[in-house]
């Protein structure tokens, strides 16, 4: 049973950062992308940025790049995503998501398979 769990969200001034956290345990994530997303109120679901566990080959929105940091762990089995310069447009429930590494980075939501419960960021201005 994969579990992923996220946490390090919260309350945050325009222009400052916080770091979100995933802990995945359940199995080894070698094989697997580990990406974010985000999801505003009255939004869709929308891409953040992934990555290739256990690989420097990593993915963002353009919208993100420049001020979101993806990285892990792999003796803590934890994704972390570094989020600099925040905007209060970044307000949003993020989520953690991992899929097999088959077919590399997808920036669709579809093609992730576990999911975590997500993590409040509010950005006020």
């Known amino acids: 049973q994969v579990q992923l769990a996220e946490s390090g969200g919260g309350l945050v001034q325009a222009g400052g950062s916080l770091r979100l956290s995933c802990a995945a345990s359940?199995?080894?994530?070698?094989?697997?992308?580990m990406g974010w997303f985000r999801q505003a109120p009255g939004k869709e679901r929308e891409f953040v940025a992934a990555?290739?566990?256990?690989?420097?080959?990593?993915h963002y929105a353009d919208s993100m790049k420049g001020r979101f940091t993806i990285s892990g762990d792999n003796a803590k089995n934890t994704v972390y995503l570094q989020m600099n310069s925040l905007k209060p447009e970044d307000t949003a429930v993020y989520y953690c998501?991992?899929?097999?590494?088959?077919?590399?980075?997808?920036?669709?939501?579809?093609?992730?398979?576990?999911w975590g419960q997500g993590t409040q960021v509010t950005v006020s201005s």
């Open positions: 998501a991992a899929k097999p590494r088959t077919w590399g980075i997808s920036r669709s939501s579809s093609a992730y398979s576990y």
């Open positions: 359940g199995r080894t994530f070698s094989s697997y992308v």
């Open positions: 990555l290739i566990w256990g690989s420097d080959s990593t």
